[in-house]
């Protein structure tokens, strides 16, 4: 056994049971009047690719599968705009902070959606004040389900919703997870990454217990995985077979430098580099997805 697998499978067995129950349909919130499905995209640990998964899955959605789609920033460094700014079209008359924060039982996020040039494709802007709403959020009766609250007439305008939750376990967290009926979970090929895992699936089993709703998880995407690593690259799989059974996506997000280059351009990478490793990467990825949660 390699130093790398017996790291990982040192950190315990424990979650198996629960993994299992979890990616049970019943698990998944009943939405038998709306239309959606929403995705949330969600790690703990930073520099995973969860903003850059989020914004070119959205974008394949839209336009590979012809989804209308939105795109929700629930991170405060407001990456997803930086990431489409070229694409984006107009203002939004609200940011998601003031949508959330919005008094009385009349939440809704369509206020805080903007267009873009691209064919059935929106998104909220982005949010500088999301940590400053995060804290005042917390004195709010049934603050965990303020966003599911806020989308319930987003659900019924668009095909998909892909929430880019913060890199915490914080409230914007846990009001995406309650809000999502999926959960996909970047994560590269790294100790440090599945150590962050653990620590979200503890929060949806949570989640389950105490609310008795949770959603169900896609899987863990591979992200930033260097394919000249191949011993290392090996002995991350076998560990994460081991200890996530049957949780692993079938795509890979290989390193590739069109995907920052994508993003400092402001665009996704189906318009920067269309037949780059990144572009096919996420194509497949949203061909997956598609097939899983919208066939």
């Known amino acids: 056994m390699s130093v790398v697998s017996a790291v990982v499978q040192g950190l315990g067995q424990q979650f198996q049971q629960h993994l299992r129950q979890t990616l049970a349909p019943s698990h998944v919130p009943s939405q038998q009047t709306s239309r959606a499905r929403v995705i949330a995209v969600a790690a703990q640990k930073g520099g995973v690719g969860k903003t850059t998964t989020a914004v070119n899955l959205a ?5 590979e599968h012809g989804l209308s789609t939105l795109l929700v920033d629930l991170d405060n460094q407001g990456h997803v705009a930086s990431s489409l700014r ?18 009385g039982p009349d939440l809704d996020l369509r206020t805080a959606v903007v267009p873009t040039n691209l064919e059935r494709l929106w998104l909220t802007g982005a949010d500088k ?8 959020l917390a004195s709010r009766l049934g603050r965990e389900m303020l966003l599911a609250r806020a989308l ?12 880019d939750c913060p890199p915490n376990l914080g409230l914007l967290t846990l009001n995406a997870l309650l809000a999502a009926d999926h959960v996909l979970v970047p994560c590269d090929l790294s100790v440090l990454a599945l150590e962050g895992v653990d620590d979200l699936m503890n929060t949806i ?32 799989r076998r560990a994460v077979g081991q200890r996530y059974a049957g949780l692993a ?47």
């Open 59 to 63: 974008v394949a959605l839209s336009q």
């Open 129 to 136: 004040q999301l940590g400053a709403a995060e804290a005042q």
């Open 86 to 103: 070229a694409h984006i079209k107009g203002v939004a008359g609200q940011s998601v902070s003031a949508a959330l924060l919005t008094p």
């Open 205 to 236: 089993g949570q989640l389950e217990m105490t609310f008795g709703r949770a959603p169900q998880i896609l899987g863990l995407l591979h992200t930033r995985v260097d394919k000249r690593n191949h011993k290392q690259n090996a002995a991350i």
């Open 249 to 295: 996506m079938e795509t890979e997000i290989a390193v590739n430098t069109s995907l920052p280059t994508a993003q400092l351009n402001g665009t996704s990478v189906f318009a920067a580099a269309p037949d780059s490793t990144g572009a096919r990467d996420y194509s497949a990825l949203a061909a997956e997805i598609h097939a899983r949660v919208f066939a």
């Open 152 to 163: 319930r007439a987003c659900r019924l305008q668009f095909d998909a919703i892909v929430l």
